[in-house]
């Protein structure tokens, strides 16, 4: 069973930053993708932005030059650093993990709300 703890959520005005963070903990063989996802009120989920191990990473046009994902593959931590934020990217944000063995978790969601 594998685990991942969200936190970093929250209220923010338009042009403020936020950071979101997920651990994963438990029965991991090991992770090769992180990755957060969003989805807002009535849309589909939709990627926000993934990196690999070795720290490739992969960004949604949207959030371009205002977020920034990182990871801590001691950790297994994923973090998200979202600056600019716009009233737009309003949604619950979901982490993601993918194992070696293609097993694939996913957190239970954290609200951003951002207010203009």
């Known amino acids: 069973q594998v685990q991942l703890a969200e936190s970093g959520g929250g209220l923010v005005q338009a042009g403020g930053s936020l950071r979101l963070s997920c651990a994963a903990s438990g029965s991991i063989f090991g992770i090769t993708v992180m990755g957060w996802y969003r989805q807002a009120p009535g849309k589909q989920r939709e990627l926000v932005a993934i990196v690999t191990r070795g720290g490739t990473t992969n960004y949604a046009d949207s959030v371009k030059g205002r977020f920034t994902i990182s990871r801590d593959n001691a950790k297994n931590t994923v973090y998200l650093q979202m600056n600019s934020l716009k009233p737009e990217d309003t949604a619950v944000y979901y982490c993601?993990?993918?194992?070696?063995?293609?097993?694939?978790?996913w957190g239970q969601g954290t609200q951003v709300t951002v207010s203009s």
């Open positions: 993601n993990v993918i194992g070696y063995d293609l097993s694939n978790y």
